[in-house]
């Protein structure tokens, strides 16, 4: 069921969460977390699809904070929905005038009592996304680099630079299934690699993190390359015996390179924005391996800057 | 398996990446069959769509067909189409067709093992199985011995350098502990122990293995999981169908070999089993047996076990015909479609806790549920009239459907009085939650892949199992036909005596 308010506050918004539970028969709550999306008028309905999607694996409250207009008195109105096909709630929340400003004030109150907060802001976020006031409620902060208004390559060194224990990036997350096969490749033949490959869509953070993390864990010489995309487009392992590649022009089918074997077919298709969120909602603690994945590519970043510095 | 820490893309904290079965191929004998088709192909594509499988995993079926690869491919594809729990998506679908293969023949004709050979070496040498084969017999027991011979005979068993086979088996396994015994050494004899897989596959359920979290991530059970606080236990697994198409299997097996003796007394273990030490398969198995030796069996099994058929009535709104009048089944069979009995545990946590298991098919409806039922407060601080409608806490796990917990304790009515009645306090796994967890056959399955033994029961809990259950069968055999129940009620008369002489009810789930 659906209710709207308008000008309404938050005790009003929790009176209509407890009120549309009970119409609905099921006073109990099943939830595990609350999800705060981050969204503005031009997006919102896709993050908060998404959102509901994630909820049938992780049953959530979601909050949606949309700010409007920063002029005109402070006002809020709230939808509230409950039941509809999700296995959770959702308010979405518009706020504007001075409001907009202390969206946390709103929000604060209507976060499920002792259970994780996750923050995320499907498209731009603050640069220091955890000394951000929603930011700061979350245990978990959830951005997208290849998803901004400003440059991908812009947006992840952002992130990087304010990293703290808790934040997360999608351009990481959409590269676990090419780190599984890539593990997978070397569980299968372990043969010493002796530099690598990584060939991507320019200026995609995902290609950047997939570089810094074969170079963090295979201590070797990780090269970059700019192709037409979609994404992250080829990752080459050298070795004394040949390549192990994965290469996927096409975005939905990957060629699996072994030395000595046919090539074979891998499916690798990108995964939709929901499932993305789905895997990072399954570990709420720190991702250390991301961790020491941004320090690499930190790390990076500064020596291309001297190398570029140092051919002029 | 090459699992090595020398990988150096794989780091323990890196809990993202998932478990990939290494470089293997599944070989399933009995591939036209029902599981085959409803559950095996299915968890297969599944296993697929999440990008479990390694590259260049392959599929080979073995049956009496005069099938070509593609005849396979075919079927399994109508298989995955009906069946699927993710959706299907062409490029997986290709990427996995590739590595069908089927061999047709007879279980007992060389020539077609001979060919399953030059097949398993062909994949080894094209896909880069690496010579690691999972044989799925998922035929009748009366074959086994045939299909094992056969492996052994054209050297199929055998692992060469570090590669690996393995069996896998379903239930029944044996019917007694003298049959028990004889598949194992059929088993044996071919394959060591820690490459036999014996599928149960209520153990693949998260909501079984759920118990062990409940139980052992807790602080808050723990106090009360003892005869000090607990009346008694039921455990139930209860059907709405008949037999169905299982006619040949069914009759003179009947539902406590086919269900006590390894879904419920396996969920008898868990929910009463001590701590085991870790959760590998060796810890698991060692408190397993312990509390499956530690159960004793009533002295007057006329008193407290009870049987029953299922006779024609009316269930959920159609009528439906019994056991007698169902196709295949003679007139006279004994077989037992309901059974239900008392066990006791003998040890210092549950001494005088009775554990009532009962099963049954065309019951009231389709559930799976642990009861644990508690002693009532010893002092109730409210007149009689207060405390009519207050009955005793029970806390109960709800396998399936609606996998769940459900609390049970008593409350005021809201009013002037003081009144008390039992509620209910629920937690779901949500609704749709349950949609996307795996299900059971595809856990069952990577874990074969994987190697990973725990949830697969070993031989030794097998024996134990039917050690508690053949008394029982003895005697009912000797005690004439079960009694009647008409189809869609909880069953017959003579279990809610069994319960009612221990001055106890059945809950109705």
């Given at each position: 069921?659906?209710v709207d308010l308008t000008d309404t506050n938050a005790s009003k918004i929790a009176s209509a969460l407890v009120r549309a539970r009970?119409?609905?028969?099921?006073?109990?709550?099943?939830?595990?977390?609350t999800l705060i999306v981050v969204?503005?008028?031009?997006?919102?309905?896709?993050?908060?699809?998404?959102?509901?999607?994630?909820?049938?694996?992780?049953?959530?409250r979601i909050l949606g904070v949309l700010r409007?207009?920063?002029?005109?008195?402070s006002r809020l109105d709230a939808e509230v929905k409950i039941?509809?096909?999700?296995?959770?709630e959702a308010v979405l929340l518009r706020m504007s005038g001075e409001l907009i400003r202390h969206a946390e004030s709103v929000v604060l109150p209507l976060l499920l009592p002792?259970?994780?907060v996750?923050v995320?802001?499907?498209?731009?976020?603050?640069?220091?996304?955890?000394?951000?006031p929603l930011?700061n409620l979350?245990?978990?902060?959830?951005?997208?680099?290849?998803?901004?208004?400003?440059?991908?390559?812009?947006?992840?060194?952002?992130?990087?630079?304010?990293?703290?224990?808790?934040?997360?990036?999608?351009?990481?997350?959409?590269?676990?299934?090419?780190?599984?096969?890539?593990?997978?490749?070397?569980?299968?033949?372990?043969?010493?690699?002796?530099?690598?490959?990584?060939?991507?869509?320019?200026?995609?953070?995902?290609?950047?993190?997939?570089?810094?993390?074969?170079?963090?864990?295979?201590?070797?010489?990780?090269?970059?390359?700019?192709?037409?995309?979609?994404?992250?487009?080829?990752?080459?392992?050298?070795?004394?015996?040949?390549?192990?590649?994965?290469?996927?022009?096409?975005?939905?089918?990957?060629?699996?390179?072994?030395?000595?074997?046919?090539?074979?077919?891998?499916?690798?298709?990108?995964?939709?924005?929901?499932?993305?969120?789905?895997?990072?909602?399954?570990?709420?603690?720190?991702?250390?391996?991301?961790?020491?994945?941004?320090?690499?590519?930190?790390?990076?970043?500064?020596?291309?800057?001297?190398?570029?510095?140092?051919?002029? | 398996?090459?699992?090595?820490?020398?990988?150096?893309?794989?780091?323990?904290?890196?809990?993202?990446?998932?478990?990939?079965?290494?470089?293997?191929?599944?070989?399933?004998?009995?591939?036209?069959?029902?599981?085959?088709?409803?559950?095996?192909?299915?968890?297969?594509?599944?296993?697929?769509?999440?990008?479990?499988?390694?590259?260049?995993?392959?599929?080979?079926?073995?049956?009496?067909?005069?099938?070509?690869?593609?005849?396979?491919?075919?079927?399994?594809?109508?298989?995955?189409?009906?069946?699927?729990?993710?959706?299907?998506?062409?490029?997986?679908?290709?990427?996995?067709?590739?590595?069908?293969?089927?061999?047709?023949?007879?279980?007992?004709?060389?020539?077609?093992?001979?060919?399953?050979?030059?097949?398993?070496?062909?994949?080894?040498?094209?896909?880069?199985?690496?010579?690691?084969?999972?044989?799925?017999?998922?035929?009748?027991?009366?074959?086994?011995?045939?299909?094992?011979?056969?492996?052994?005979?054209?050297?199929?068993?055998?692992?060469?350098?570090?590669?690996?086979?393995?069996?896998?088996?379903?239930?029944?396994?044996?019917?007694?502990?003298?049959?028990?015994?004889?598949?194992?050494?059929?088993?044996?004899?071919?394959?060591?122990?820690?490459?036999?897989?014996?599928?149960?596959?209520?153990?693949?359920?998260?909501?079984?293995?759920?118990?062990?979290?409940?139980?052992?991530?807790?602080?808050?059970?723990?106090?009360?999981?003892?005869?000090?606080?607990?009346?008694?236990?039921?455990?139930?697994?209860?059907?709405?169908?008949?037999?169905?198409?299982?006619?040949?299997?069914?009759?003179?097996?009947?539902?406590?070999?086919?269900?006590?003796?390894?879904?419920?007394?396996?969920?008898?273990?868990?929910?009463?089993?001590?701590?085991?030490?870790?959760?590998?398969?060796?810890?698991?198995?060692?408190?397993?047996?312990?509390?499956?030796?530690?159960?004793?069996?009533?002295?007057?099994?006329?008193?407290?076990?009870?049987?029953?058929?299922?006779?024609?009535?009316?269930?959920?709104?159609?009528?439906?015909?019994?056991?007698?009048?169902?196709?295949?089944?003679?007139?006279?069979?004994?077989?037992?479609?309901?059974?239900?009995?008392?066990?006791?545990?003998?040890?210092?946590?549950?001494?005088?806790?009775?554990?009532?298991?009962?099963?049954?098919?065309?019951?009231?409806?389709?559930?799976?549920?642990?009861?644990?039922?508690?002693?009532?407060?010893?002092?109730?601080?409210?007149?009689?009239?207060?405390?009519?409608?207050?009955?005793?806490?029970?806390?109960?796990?709800?396998?399936?459907?609606?996998?769940?917990?459900?609390?049970?304790?008593?409350?005021?009515?809201?009013?002037?009085?003081?009144?008390?009645?039992?509620?209910?306090?629920?937690?779901?796994?949500?609704?749709?939650?349950?949609?996307?967890?795996?299900?059971?056959?595809?856990?069952?399955?990577?874990?074969?892949?994987?190697?990973?033994?725990?949830?697969?029961?070993?031989?030794?809990?097998?024996?134990?199992?039917?050690?508690?259950?053949?008394?029982?069968?003895?005697?009912?055999?000797?005690?004439?036909?079960?009694?009647?129940?008409?189809?869609?009620?909880?069953?017959?008369?003579?279990?809610?005596?069994?319960?009612?002489?221990?001055?106890?009810?059945?809950?109705?789930?």
């Open positions: 069921m659906n009970r119409a609905a028969g099921s006073p109990a709550m099943g939830m595990v977390l969204t503005d008028d031009e997006n919102c309905d896709e993050a908060m699809r998404a959102a509901a999607a994630v909820t049938t694996e992780h049953p959530a409007q207009s920063a002029r005109g008195r039941g509809n096909n999700t296995a959770g002792d259970s994780p996750v995320w802001w499907p498209n731009d976020a603050p640069d220091d996304v955890a000394s951000d930011g979350g245990q978990r902060r959830i951005t997208d680099s290849a998803n901004t208004t400003r440059s991908a390559k812009t947006a992840l060194r952002t992130q990087a630079k304010h990293y703290v224990a808790g934040n997360t990036d999608l351009a990481w997350t959409r590269l676990t299934p090419w780190r599984a096969l890539l593990a997978a490749a070397l569980d299968q033949h372990p043969v010493t690699v002796t530099s690598a490959e990584v060939e991507g869509e320019r200026g995609s953070p995902s290609a950047d993190l997939m570089a810094a993390w074969l170079q963090s864990r295979l201590r070797i010489r990780v090269m970059q390359r700019s192709t037409s995309g979609p994404g992250l487009t080829c990752v080459r392992l050298l070795t004394r015996h040949g390549d192990i590649a994965i290469s996927r022009p096409s975005g939905h089918i990957a060629t699996f390179t072994i030395p000595g074997e046919a090539d074979r077919p891998v499916a690798l298709k990108r995964r939709e924005i929901a499932e993305l969120i789905a895997e990072e909602l399954r570990r709420l603690d720190e991702d250390e391996v991301f961790a020491r994945t941004i320090k690499a590519y930190v790390k990076r970043v500064a020596t291309a800057k001297t190398a570029k510095s140092g051919k002029r | 398996m090459i699992r090595n820490a020398e990988n150096p893309l794989r780091d323990p904290r890196d809990r993202r990446l998932p478990r990939i079965a290494g470089p293997c191929s599944l070989v399933i004998f009995g591939v036209t069959g029902d599981l085959s088709r409803k559950k095996l192909m299915p968890a297969v594509y599944d296993l697929a769509n999440r990008g479990l499988l390694p590259p260049g995993f392959s599929l080979v079926g073995f049956a009496r067909r005069d099938w070509v690869d593609e005849d396979f491919a075919q079927i399994v594809h109508d298989a995955v189409k009906e069946h699927a729990r993710t959706p299907f998506r062409e490029e997986v679908w290709r990427q996995l067709a590739e590595g069908f293969r089927f061999v047709p023949g007879e279980f007992d004709d060389d020539r077609a093992f001979e060919k399953l050979r030059e097949t398993i070496d062909e994949l080894d040498e094209m896909r880069g199985t690496g010579g690691n084969f999972a044989f799925y017999l998922s035929i009748p027991p009366r074959f086994f011995a045939d299909v094992l011979g056969q492996l052994k005979e054209h050297e199929l068993a055998t692992p060469s350098g570090a590669s690996w086979r393995r069996v896998v088996v379903e239930k029944p396994f044996g019917s007694n502990l003298s049959t028990a015994r004889h598949l194992n050494d059929v088993l044996s004899e071919v394959f060591p122990p820690e490459a036999v897989f014996r599928i149960d596959h209520y153990l693949g359920k998260e909501t079984v293995q759920n118990i062990l979290a409940f139980r052992f991530a807790n602080a808050m059970f723990e106090p009360f999981w003892n005869a000090h606080y607990v009346d008694h236990v039921q455990i139930t697994m209860a059907e709405d169908i008949g037999i169905g198409g299982r006619a040949g299997y069914y009759d003179g097996i009947g539902a406590a070999r086919d269900v006590i003796q390894n879904h419920l007394l396996q969920l008898m273990a868990l929910i009463s089993m001590e701590e085991p030490v870790s959760f590998d398969a060796r810890s698991l198995r060692i408190e397993k047996q312990k509390i499956l030796s530690a159960v004793q069996l009533p002295e007057r099994l006329d008193l407290h076990t009870a049987r029953g058929q299922y006779a024609a009535g009316w269930q959920g709104g159609v009528k439906v015909g019994g056991y007698l009048d169902e196709n295949d089944i003679p007139s006279d069979s004994r077989t037992e479609t309901y059974a239900a009995l008392r066990l006791d545990i003998d040890n210092r946590r549950w001494a005088g806790v009775p554990f009532y298991l009962r099963t049954g098919k065309r019951l009231g409806r389709r559930v799976t549920e642990v009861a644990v039922v508690f002693k009532p407060a010893p002092h109730l601080p409210f007149s009689e009239t207060a405390t009519e409608g207050l009955g005793q806490n029970a806390m109960v796990m709800r396998i399936q459907p609606d996998e769940g917990v459900t609390l049970r304790f008593g409350a005021k009515v809201p009013g002037t009085a003081m009144e008390l009645r039992d509620v209910n306090m629920d937690f779901a796994y949500g609704g749709a939650f349950v949609e996307s967890s795996p299900e059971a056959y595809e856990r069952l399955i990577l874990d074969v892949l994987l190697g990973d033994p725990p949830l697969f029961p070993q031989h030794e809990e097998v024996e134990a199992s039917w050690r508690i259950l053949d008394p029982v069968i003895e005697h009912w055999a000797k005690s004439g036909r079960p009694e009647a129940y008409p189809a869609g009620t909880w069953g017959p008369a003579s279990a809610d005596e069994m319960l009612a002489r221990d001055g106890r009810v059945w809950r109705r789930p």
